[in-house]
């Protein structure tokens, strides 16, 4: 193991993060400032982040046209820490317009495509990275940085990280200041890790995951102390000796049989599980999604900050409702237009209790059939009692993914996507909207060579677990 | 200054220019101008309702550490949270959360065991996010009352004003129309708020104005609010229903922004007639439900916008922002640590010591903060319910009045006359060892000089000698003999019925004693000679002064 790992760093050291006005590049912005020497955790180590979260030094467009020349004024919280322990921002990666996608394929008209780097021959027509942190899953998998910061509001960083073959993690809902992260919807959000192996995604995960007086969402230090010693009374003594893990039957998508040969031979308890309530749950997570999206983005084109578009108006006779209009009609691309109607309808005084009240019940649901699962308590509701400590599950697995990255230019054209990108949902926003940890890891090849991840999803809180699990399907994966 | 409204106008309305005409029949002028020209008044009966919205004292915003002092530069009291950037979030100040609390036990609420914050939506320049954080679904407290007392502000009778919730929410922006130009200020964009909604409980502009001066008096002394109108740090909204007695209540029109307890009687007043009007002149239409502004120079409301241009809010959850659960052991000590409210203090000593309502007003006035008016007071009187009544007189009368005589700059303090030099004052008055009269000399003295000296000292500086008190009486009473034997005529004419020559003698025993008699004191004396037809009197047993 040890062996691969070095062999892929010095893959990484020989590509380097450019910028592109006519070739593929996931990089919307490079660092041109010469990195330092450098103490801490994570010293001389080059990290890209998404173009939706904050660093004064960058832009921070979220590839839309309408924040085209926004520069924050602040950094956010996590690139904060990063830099505090040595990282040195390397630059920042495309991702579809303010993270509403899965294939970061909307971008902005002055944008390059972003191709995902893990082709099995040069021969391959180009395929998407995934979204919509596609851009910091190509940047990790061509090598150009070490790791990188993405988000995940239903699957962002999981999905990319399955096409793209690397590990992608999206924590326990909390784990990582939010401050500083332009908002798709803040009750899902989620800052994620990308990296080549589940020790470097851990290593990030270490620095990032931190209280945050900034962020009331994010859980405090005795949230966290308690969350740690729950971890440690589930971890396994010896290896995955013990480990029950449970298969959804909802989820059609097989996992490889020999994965989970290789697992009960290391001791895991293997069974299936169901969770009836993800198929209901998954129109609740468009809803609620969609609902605080229009909210969070209502603040563009009120003229305080972002494009030249909103000083053109001036000595002009436009009003600024007009104003207003104009910047959002022409700065928005059109996912995102479909998805700010489709919230602002779920919260019109007619729908609301029939839609966004309803939708939230749906996840509240979701949460409970996922507590009666597991047998680790939840540490934030540790009074709520657990009475299958025997027979519950310690972890859920998975596929990431229903497929191999599809090519990029049939994607858009193809009727039957709505329907596939469904099931797609189904794999990767329950956890979201359950706010648990999900880690995708690699671990085998489509038939057309291309990768393929699996996700590991676990209590609240438990990332230590996935960590575990994640690290033993890697070896078995490498080994093979 | 301008105060826009904050409740989702889709336009701007300042600076339109011209306010909308009236559309009154011309034969209507007489009703709608003219209070007592409608016919038998009594028949109709106003409804009137509240919404609050009163700054929250905490010197910084609700969700950004900026700070919130009145009169800056613009823009300068700005965090990033205040201007929307992307990717800020609101950091709750618990602060305002416990201001929160207090004034809604203050007001007799029932504080909701976890409440949440939710965003209202509407896209106006003076909201930056595009939304005003607020709480709409599960707002801090419910079901509260503030009793108003007949003669409150003339109100005509004593009644409970219904407090139906109190919410905490965010302050916009201020904006100005200077030219073609609208300049915003987000100095004032998040401040905390208190939105308190009352039920209609309000039957006339006195009561709606005894209410808010009420709530100002109970915001000053939590120290939640500073109830100050004029800088718009106590804004009112009223709705207004006119109906005739005995039938169900009338179309509700509100009043928006009314920044003083004159306009906002003037504005009921203006409302009221023209419903009046309205139900007179055409009985078979219904009036129209409107949102109306007041026009602070003739006095009268105009239209803003119908309900049928009503802004869809589309509340939703603030999901940046996690509940507020109290702990019931927490409630219980912020309610027992509720300092005594005005209503209560004028209670409590006019009970107490027989004072009168006013003059206990007068010391909540001088500190309606800290009471130090009302603290100073008791400190002077100290349990003695004997002086308390004379305590009263000197702090109010005396005291007060000195100050406000004339030009003086001086302020009230509880250090201008420390009370324990009041106190030993005011018994040497009782024991009649000074006088009255000495009384105002030592105030006037310590007021316009150094007020750290003993009595002793201000004594000696007036030349004031101490009186044994009997010899004081058998002095006072043999003067008074002389002066009656010295002006025998104006006895005979006081016997005759006229009481004004009383005050010739009254001077006379003035002269004889070289003004050291007290002048109250003497007149009591003489007027108990002059009964007795010359005879000795018992003084001893009769109190004096």
Not at chain 1, 254 to 259: C, K
Not at chain 2, 1 to 9: A, C, D, K, T, V
């Given at each position: 193991m040890?062996?691969?790992?070095s ?5 990484a ?6 910028l ?16 330092g ?34 520069n ?18 390397i ?13 970061t ?11 995902n ?16 942190s596609?851009?910091s ?11 990188a ?29 939010r401050?500083?992260?332009?908002a798709y ?7 994620g ?12 995960f ?14 405090s230090s005795?949230?966290r ?10 971890l396994?003594?010896?290896g ?13 998508q ?6 989970l040969?290789?697992l ?10 169901s969770?009836?309530?993800?198929r209901?749950a ?45 910047i959002?009609?022409?700065?928005f ?16 005084a007619?729908?609301f209790?029939n839609t966004?009240l309803k ?16 047998r680790?308590?939840?540490p ?50 329950p ?22 991840g699996i996700s ?7 990332e ?5 699990l994640?690290?033993v ?8 | ?9 889709s ?23 003219k ?28 969700f ?12 300068t ?11 800020t ?13 207090i004034?809604?036990?203050a007001?007799?609420?029932r504080?909701?065991?976890?409440s ?32 108003i ?7 005509q ?5 219904g ?33 308190i ?6 039957r ?22 500073d ?26 029109c ?13 504005a009921?007043?203006?409302?009221r ?12 239409a ?10 602070e ?17 589309r509340?939703?959850p603030?999901?940046n ?22 209503w ?42 004997k002086?308390a009544?004379k ?13 406000g005589k ?5 302020k ?13 004052m ?13 009384g ?11 007020s ?26 043999e ?17 005759k ?7 010739r ?37 009769r109190?004096?002064?």
């Open positions: 040890r062996a691969t790992r062999k892929l760093q010095s893959i050291s020989s590509i380097r993060p450019r592109s006005d006519n070739q593929p590049t996931p990089y919307s912005w490079i660092n041109d400032a010469i990195p020497s450098s103490s801490g955790k994570l010293a001389g180590k080059t990290i890209a982040i998404k173009e939706n979260i904050s660093y004064h030094a960058s832009p921070t467009s979220c590839s839309s046209a309408l924040l085209r020349d926004y924050p004024p602040y950094t956010a919280t996590c690139v904060q820490s990063l830099l505090a322990e040595g990282a040195h921002i630059g920042q990666t495309k991702m579809d317009e303010f993270g509403m996608g899965s294939q394929t909307h971008l902005p008209p002055h944008y390059t495509p972003v191709h780097p893990a082709s099995p021959r040069p021969s391959e027509p180009p395929r998407s990275a995934g979204g919509s596609g851009g899953a190509a940047a990790v998998a061509e090598g150009s940085c070490w790791a910061l993405g988000t995940d509001t239903g699957g962002s960083v999981r999905l990319p990280a399955s096409y793209c073959g690397v590990v992608g993690l999206k924590p326990s809902y909390g784990m990582i200041s401050r500083g992260v332009v919807a803040d009750s899902l959000d989620c800052v890790v990308l990296g080549r192996d589940v020790q470097t995604v851990e290593d990030v270490d620095v990032v995951s931190k209280p945050d007086k900034g962020d009331m969402t994010c859980i005795s949230h102390t308690n969350a740690s010693r729950i971890l440690e009374e589930h396994p003594k010896k995955i000796e013990g480990l029950r893990i449970g298969l959804p039957k909802e989820i059609t097989r996992t490889a049989p020999s994965l040969n290789y009960k031979k290391e001791g895991a308890i293997i069974q299936e599980i969770l009836p309530s993800i209901r998954l129109p609740a997570y468009y809803v609620l999604a969609s609902a605080e999206a229009s909210s969070n983005l209502a603040r563009f084109g009120g003229g305080w900050y972002g494009s030249k578009n909103d000083q053109a108006s001036e000595g002009t006779t436009e009003s600024g409702l007009e104003k207003r209009k104009r959002r009609t022409e700065g691309g059109k996912e995102v237009k479909k998805r700010l109607l489709a919230g602002t309808w779920a919260l019109s007619d729908e209790n966004y939708a939230l019940q749906l996840r509240h649901l979701l949460r409970k059939e996922y507590q009666s699962l597991f680790i308590p939840h934030l509701f540790l009074n709520e009692e657990k009475n299958n400590s025997n027979e519950g599950l310690d972890i859920i697995l998975h596929p990431t993914s229903i497929r191999t990255a599809p090519r990029l230019q049939c994607y858009d054209a193809n009727s039957q996507n709505g329907i596939k990108e469904y099931d797609q949902d189904l794999l990767t926003v956890a979201s909207l359950a706010g648990l940890p999900s880690i995708s890891v690699p671990y085998e090849k489509g038939s057309d060579g291309w990768p393929l590991l999803t676990s209590q609240w809180g438990m230590g677990l996935i960590f575990k994640g690290k399907i890697e070896d078995w994966s490498r080994n093979r | 200054m301008i105060i826009l409204s904050r409740w989702g106008l336009r701007p309305f300042i600076g339109s220019g011209s306010f909308p005409q009236r559309l009154l029949h011309p034969g209507l002028r007489f009703y709608a101008t209070q007592n020209a409608i016919q038998d008044e009594s028949e109709w009966e106003t409804v009137i309702g509240l919404e609050i919205h009163a700054q929250l004292k905490t010197g910084r915003k609700l950004s550490a900026a700070s919130t002092s009145y009169g800056e530069t613009p823009n009291n700005v965090n990033l949270h205040d201007a929307a950037f992307p990717g979030l609101p950091v709750l100040d618990l602060h305002a959360v416990r201001l929160s609390l004034t809604a036990l007001l007799g609420s504080i909701n065991s976890r949440t914050f939710d965003r209202k939506h509407y896209f106006y320049h003076d909201i930056p996010a595009s939304y005003q954080i607020t709480q709409h679904y599960n707002p801090l407290a419910r079901e509260g009352k503030l009793q007392i007949q003669g409150d502000n003339n109100s009778r004593t009644f409970d004003v407090i139906h919730q109190l919410q905490i929410e965010q302050d916009t922006a201020k904006s100005q129309t200077v030219g073609d130009n609208t300049l915003v200020d987000l100095n004032r964009a998040g401040t905390g708020l208190m939105e909604v009352t039920e209609p409980d309000m006339t502009s006195e009561e709606a104005g005894a209410f808010v001066r009420k709530l100002q008096g109970l915001l000053k002394r939590l120290g939640s609010g109830g100050d109108m004029e800088k718009g740090n106590l804004r009112v909204d009223v709705n207004v229903s006119v109906h005739r007695h005995g039938t169900p209540f009338g179309t509700r509100e009043i928006k922004n009314i920044n003083s307890v004159r306009f906002l009687q003037a009921i007043e203006s409302e007639r023209r419903h009046i009007a309205h139900y007179l002149t055409s009985p078979g219904p009036l129209k439900q409107e949102t109306r502004g007041l026009n120079l003739t006095l009268e409301t105009f239209s803003l916008r119908s309900k049928e241009e009503a802004t869809d809010y509340y939703m603030d999901q922002l996690p509940a507020i659960v109290i702990d019931s052991a927490y409630l219980e000590k912020l309610r027992e640590e509720l300092p005594e409210m005005p209560q203090v004028v209670d409590r000593l006019t009970a107490l010591y027989d004072v009168q309502k006013r003059d206990v007003e007068t010391l909540i006035g001088l500190d309606e903060y800290h009471f130090e008016g009302v603290r100073y007071y008791e400190d002077v009187v100290g349990g003695d319910k002086i009544k305590a009263m007189n000197w702090i109010v009368h005396e005291i007060l009045g000195q100050i004339g030009k003086t700059s001086i009230w303090s509880s250090t201008l006359i420390p009370s324990t030099t009041m106190k030993e005011i018994n040497l008055i009782e024991q009649g060892k000074i006088t009255g009269t000495n105002k000399q030592i105030i006037k003295h310590l007021i316009f000089n150094d750290s000296i003993s009595l002793n000292q201000v004594l000696n500086e007036l030349s004031i000698e101490l009186n044994d008190n009997i010899s004081n009486k058998l002095d006072i009473s003067i008074c003999q002389q002066a009656i034997k010295n002006q025998s005529k104006s006895v005979n004419d006081y016997k019925g006229n009481e004004k020559v009383l005050m003698l009254v001077g006379e025993v003035m002269k004889l004693s070289k003004g050291r008699a007290d002048a109250k004191q003497v007149k009591e004396i003489l007027v108990d000679l002059l009964k007795d037809g010359n005879g000795t009197t018992n003084n001893q047993n109190s004096l002064g």
